[in-house]
């Protein structure tokens, strides 16, 4: 049947196109914070004409600069332009793009997903309105894959946290004391530096710095520095501590407001920025975690522990996404750390579940991954 033949093919080159913007959008990983990521590709009969996406928020979105990379404006008239999200309808930081689109003489719009931010959305009806043929929903799982943190960020005021943790075969981070170096290879410890460089931060609770004494950058270079974040509710930061050593104005010291405001002024003093936070029960209230670490474009966040600050942001259900590496390595767990430093239920039910999870070795450990349901 040859219409069917037809209809199947127009559909495979609107998933092409669309792979191709999604593609573009990825380019600007973890730079659009917190803009979500779009690709835009224009096409007329059959070849691209003009792509574009978005680099940085504040810049022209990726539909406009996919329009303003086409020479010729007459080509323009009666193209396709296929975009990852809904072309946004109002004025934010840039004009709307629906109204680009209207005025550019394209005539048809492939979308990949509605936009969830309703400041923005309503692009799709706009474009309908002034009679443009619009289609919503292609490689709509990839489009919303590749803005997950996006999604998170809109939908449920808060980072997108990232647990990573490297245990031994017990489950535990360190041993007597909290010797923690080197539970994995040095393979696996460059992957552990990678995800900080393609993250907005790094966050660790007071005691992994006490502990361990890290620097928490990403030693990897082309990478981007992380912001660094630690969880200090009574202020016990030492001011010695190696973390200051380097870019202490991307390091986020999250306290009470109660804690004290002599070290407050010193810290500040040394360019650190200090984040009051309100606490509940002897911790911090999550949601207005969430909401400050957000205030300071903290759009994805990798969570490297140690044991209470994993049990925190387990119990209080704030995790994505996580990266477990396994040591092929074990030893007592009496006196040791646990990953998972909270209450265990007397339920199995209670137990947290991971979903389309994935198992791979880097050099002789193995890398776990999985997103929290
Ligand atoms: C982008 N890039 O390519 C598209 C976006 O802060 P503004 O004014 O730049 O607006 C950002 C919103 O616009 C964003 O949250 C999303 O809803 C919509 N579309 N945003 O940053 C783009 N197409
Ligand atoms: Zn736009």
């Given at each position: 049947n040859i219409a069917y033949l037809c209809i199947f093919f127009v559909m495979n080159k609107d998933e092409l196109f669309m792979k191709k913007a999604i593609e573009l959008a990825k380019k600007a990983k973890n730079k659009t914070c917190p803009n979500p990521l779009v690709g835009a590709v224009i096409v007329k009969e059959g070849k691209i004409i003009g792509q574009g996406?978005?680099?940085k928020a504040g810049l022209p979105h990726a539909e406009v600069e996919a329009i303003n990379s086409v020479k010729d404006r007459n080509q323009l008239k009666d193209a396709t332009i296929y975009v990852n999200l809904e072309p946004c309808n109002h004025?934010?930081?840039?004009?709307?793009?629906?109204?680009?689109?209207?005025?550019?003489?394209?005539?048809?719009?492939?979308?990949?997903?509605r936009d969830i931010n309703k400041k923005a959305s309503g692009g799709i009806e706009r474009l309908k309105g002034a009679g443009i043929d619009v289609k919503v929903g292609v490689l709509e799982d990839e489009a919303k894959k590749l803005n997950e943190v996006f999604i998170e960020n809109t939908l449920n005021r808060k980072p997108f946290f990232i647990m990573k943790a490297a245990m031994l075969l017990n489950g535990c981070i360190a041993v007597k004391g909290g010797v923690s170096q080197w539970i994995t290879s040095e393979k696996a410890r460059r992957f552990s530096h990678r995800l900080r460089g393609t993250n907005s931060a790094v966050l660790v609770g007071i005691n992994t710095i006490i502990m361990d004494d890290p620097l928490l950058t990403c030693r990897i270079k082309g990478y981007r520095q992380p912001k660094r974040v630690v969880l200090d509710m009574n202020l016990k930061i030492p001011i010695s501590a190696k973390i200051f050593s380097e870019y202490p104005n991307n390091i986020y010291i999250i306290t009470s407001k109660n804690s004290d405001d002599a070290k407050k002024r010193i810290l500040r003093a040394m360019d650190v920025n200090i984040v009051e936070c309100d606490t509940e029960n002897g911790e911090f209230n999550p949601a207005d975690l969430s909401e400050k670490l957000l205030e300071n474009e903290i759009c994805s966040c990798i969570v490297e522990g140690g044991s209470r600050t994993h049990g925190y942001f387990l119990k209080n259900k704030l995790y994505n996404k996580a990266y477990l590496l396994y040591a092929p390595k074990i030893t007592g767990s009496y006196g040791a750390f646990n990953v998972a430093g909270f209450d265990a239920p007397k339920d199995l039910n209670e137990a947290i579940k991971l979903i389309d999870t994935k198992c791979k070795k880097i050099g002789d450990d193995i890398l776990f991954e999985g997103y929290f349901k």
């Open positions: 996406y978005h680099k004025y934010g930081r840039t004009p709307p793009c629906s109204l680009a689109i209207i005025n550019s003489g394209i005539k048809r719009v492939v979308i990949g997903m």
